[in-house]
């Protein structure tokens, strides 16, 4: 069903077992401590509960508002990926904790406008994970890219991946959480 070896478009890339089993589920125990709530998006109750820290944007008004610190039980993953990415420390102004319920989506999207780089961490479950150009005469079955992300795995969008291109996920078939870090436009 999925090539061997997809071809990512330029900015995109994916690295299996970023993080280890003993971190995963650390991850998970910290999550456990985060009251999630239902992601609503321009009055719509989406299917995925979630929590964010740091800068959140709203789809209702178009803002960036500072919100409650990223909780220090997350700077192991932070200094990871940012070691990992060669990313400077404090880079990354947002980390978004959401969980999937069996059969939850996310329509096909670009990240809110004020963030750059997009890195996200799956947890306890995979997803198929998909992208397609966002401009519609692009835009074809032929066009689209789908693969596997697999739990403990890291994927980071940036550059023409962010810009010129969208993501969505399919169905999930058991319970997902994630972990997105975004850093903010210069």
Request: some cysteine; aromatic content about 12%.
């Amino acid at each position: 069903m999925f090539p061997i070896t997809p071809v990512y478009p330029e900015g995109f890339s994916y690295f299996p077992d970023f993080i280890t089993g003993e971190e995963e589920t650390e991850l998970c125990n910290q999550i456990s401590n985060i009251q999630l709530h239902n992601f609503n998006f321009q009055g719509f109750k989406a299917n995925r509960k979630v929590a964010s820290f740091g800068f959140d944007y709203s789809f209702d008004n178009g803002a960036l508002t500072k919100g409650e610190e990223i909780p220090a039980a997350f700077d192991f993953l932070i200094d990871k990926v940012n070691n990992h990415l060669r990313i400077k420390s404090g880079q990354f102004a947002e980390l978004l904790v959401t969980e999937y319920p069996p059969g939850s989506v996310i329509n096909w999207h670009r990240d809110a406008p004020p963030f750059d780089i997009i890195a996200g961490i799956s947890l306890m479950g995979d997803c198929t994970f998909r992208l397609r150009p966002h401009d519609k005469a692009r835009q074809g079955r032929a066009s689209v890219i789908s693969f596997p992300v697999n739990r403990r795995s890291l994927y980071v969008i940036k550059g023409v991946a962010r810009t010129d291109w969208q993501h969505s996920i399919s169905p999930v078939k058991q319970t997902r959480f994630s972990i997105t870090l975004r850093t903010l436009r210069s």
